[in-house]
């Protein structure tokens, strides 16, 4: 079985700084994909960045990119110049990819709440 | 594009009574339908997996019949709680994997629905 462990309960961050959020999963599968979801107050969830285990390069978007390490089954997010809309729980999740043509579901770990102070 | 609601928002229900929530993708469709709960200040965790025509599967310690899973088109899955109890209270999540066949990592999450059961 799948599991995915985020090791920080909360983390700050001055709002235009920098900060990095760890995840770190297990798993005997070769090919998966890994994300980062935001949920914000709103508690609506929203997708941050996926990146797919078979590529090397490492997943950007915008202000957020992330440090994938296979071996060490490693997945963190780096957040630059936060911002105040920063603010939320972050969730690390994994998904198994399906060859046989069914659905993966998302395990998820258990969450970093990050707070941008102004 | 790529839009899940869920409806209600909110409900107040007493106690034994049954509430019904709906989940739509509004601009593609899914085969795959899922069903998370989440506790205040927890992560997400699966209930079900719902697929159109089928039966849902229900992961361990889910009761199937109180958590009623019907995903009649490809467009919508409800989840019915029955002879709620307070301890049904939570925040439920429903997701769509975009796509009618095989595999897909596209996920998309509906907004929650908050049940309270007094």
């Known amino acids: 079985a799948q599991t995915v462990t985020q090791s920080q309960p909360e983390m700050s961050v001055q709002e235009a700084e920098t900060v990095t959020l760890s995840c770190t999963y297990d798993?005997?599968?070769?090919?998966?994909?890994l994300f980062w979801y935001k949920q914000p107050p709103s508690r609506q969830m929203i997708l941050v960045i996926r990146?797919?285990?078979?590529?090397?390069q490492n997943a950007t978007e915008n202000r957020f990119s992330v440090n994938f390490q296979k071996a060490a089954k490693s997945f963190s997010l780096k957040i630059s110049d936060s911002q105040l809309g920063d603010t939320a729980m972050y969730f690390c999740?994994?998904?198994?990819?399906?060859?046989?043509?069914?659905?993966?579901?998302?395990?998820f770990g258990k969450g970093t709440k990050l707070s941008v102070k102004p | 594009g790529a839009v899940v609601s869920q409806h209600p928002s909110w409900v107040i229900c007493k106690s034994g009574t049954s509430v019904k929530i709906e989940c739509r993708s509004l601009?593609?469709?899914?085969?795959?339908m899922f069903w998370y709960r989440q506790f205040p200040k927890q992560s997400l965790m699966l209930m079900a997996t719902?697929?159109?025509?089928?039966?849902?599967?229900?992961e361990q310690g889910v009761e199937k019949d109180k958590f009623l899973i019907n995903h009649a088109s490809l467009t919508l899955s409800t989840l019915t709680v029955t002879s709620a109890h307070p301890e049904d209270s939570s925040f439920y999540i429903c997701?769509?994997?975009?796509?009618?066949?095989?595999?897909?990592?596209?996920?998309?999450f509906g907004p929650g629905t908050r049940l309270t059961v007094t």
């Open positions: 997701s769509a994997a975009r796509g009618t066949s095989g595999f897909s990592y596209e996920q998309y």
């Open positions: 798993t005997s599968e070769n090919n998966y994909y």
């Open positions: 990146q797919e285990a078979y590529k090397q």
């Open positions: 999740a994994f998904m198994k990819h399906s060859a046989g043509g069914s659905q993966g579901n998302l395990i």
């Open positions: 601009d593609f469709q899914a085969t795959t």
């Open positions: 719902s697929n159109e025509g089928s039966k849902a599967t229900y």
